[in-house]
């Protein structure tokens, strides 16, 4: 029996077995065995996260690296009872695996997806320092960091420093992804970030997780409203002041005919980023040799201008 069983049946004894009818006319000893069964139940429940191995970990050897990275990562979302269990992996990546959650009854989902980035990520990121230009460097909280100490250790990265980036670029990801999905953008929920994993609303079913765009074979009726969608949430980005940076058929999700933009550490924001208008370019042109193949006939160098001149009239 698991915790959220246990709390369920204890729920049911309070409702039935002690109410003022059973109070005077219930079998006081059946009444005192359930009680007794309900809070043994609880008793056993312990909230070492040590004690919690997930569905999906047990199946791992004890000695596996993943066993305890899984544990360690979604440990802190289990204990804020957001999530029940970890069943399986969604997708395994160089810097970050996805994998599927049961979710709890108070997050409003059935699913969810846990995003665990590796400890050692940043050497997967490529030039950096084109999204990193004009961001201001903040905490896991948001706050601006002032220290020189950060900053000297950022410049020269030392261990502290390179896990003082590493929460940057994490937190980065939920922050805009949270600033998007209130936008009404087409992003998953996200839910929760601790340490370098984000909890975040899943895309799919039971049975599978919705598969990438590129994975998709399209009929041109589909794609060319799934083409105006798209274009519509990188307008929206950007009246936001933010370009993704690397959008592409490969970071957006496909699921009954709507699709959901994924992966945000490398979002900029385009008003203090010099290579904003860039990355915008090249996100358009990736979308559209995506959609070419299936008869959307679109030109990415005026669409991009469409977007950028009134955005700049706007903003500068």
């Known amino acids: 029996m698991n915790k959220y069983d246990a709390w369920e049946k204890y729920a049911?004894?309070?409702?039935?077995?002690?109410?003022?009818?059973?109070?005077?006319?219930?079998?006081?000893?059946?009444?005192?065995?359930?009680?007794a069964e309900a809070r043994s139940a609880l008793a056993d429940?312990?909230?070492?996260?040590?004690?919690?191995?997930?569905?999906?970990?047990?199946?791992?050897?004890?000695?596996?690296?993943?066993?305890?990275?899984?544990?360690?990562?979604?440990?802190?979302?289990?204990?804020?009872?957001?999530?029940?269990?970890?069943?399986?992996?969604?997708?395994?990546?160089k810097e970050a695996n996805v994998y599927t959650c049961e979710a709890t009854p108070q997050t409003g989902h059935e699913l969810l997806a846990a995003k665990l980035y590796r400890p050692r990520m940043l050497r997967h990121l490529k030039n950096d320092a084109v999204y990193k230009a004009g961001r201001d460097l903040v905490d896991t909280e948001g706050k601006l960091i002032k220290g020189r100490r950060v900053r000297v250790a950022l410049q020269k990265k030392t261990s502290f420093g390179q896990k003082v980036d590493i929460q940057w670029w994490i937190g980065n990801e939920y922050r805009s992804q949270q600033t998007l999905y209130e936008a009404g953008a087409d992003v998953p929920e996200?839910?929760?970030?601790?340490?370098?994993?984000?909890?975040?609303?899943?895309?799919?079913?039971?049975?599978?997780?919705?598969?990438?765009?590129?994975?998709?074979?399209?009929?041109?009726?589909?794609?060319?409203?799934?083409?105006?969608?798209?274009?519509?949430?990188?307008?929206?980005?950007?009246?936001?002041?933010?370009?993704?940076?690397?959008?592409?058929?490969?970071?957006?999700?496909?699921?009954?005919?709507?699709?959901?933009?994924i992966d945000f550490p490398q979002l900029v924001e385009a008003r203090h980023n010099p290579n904003a208008f860039m990355l915008l370019q090249r996100d358009i042109q990736r979308v559209c040799d995506y959609f070419t193949q299936f008869g959307v006939t679109a030109d990415p160098v005026q669409l991009t201008l469409d977007l950028w001149e009134p955005y700049m009239g706007r903003n500068w």
């Open 12 to 35: 049911e004894y309070e409702y039935q077995e002690n109410g003022r009818h059973a109070r005077r006319f219930g079998d006081k000893g059946r009444k005192r065995r359930q009680e």
């Open 190 to 261: 996200p839910l929760a970030f601790e340490g370098t994993a984000i909890l975040m609303e899943y895309v799919g079913d039971e049975y599978m997780a919705a598969p990438l765009l590129n994975d998709v074979t399209l009929t041109p009726a589909e794609a060319q409203p799934l083409f105006r969608r798209v274009m519509d949430n990188v307008a929206l980005m950007l009246d936001l002041h933010f370009v993704h940076g690397d959008l592409s058929a490969y970071n957006i999700l496909y699921w009954h005919g709507r699709i959901t933009i």
């Open 45 to 93: 429940i312990s909230d070492n996260i040590q004690d919690w191995v997930p569905t999906y970990a047990q199946s791992l050897d004890p000695r596996h690296h993943e066993r305890q990275w899984v544990i360690e990562s979604v440990g802190p979302f289990y204990r804020q009872e957001l999530i029940s269990d970890v069943t399986r992996v969604v997708k395994a990546g």
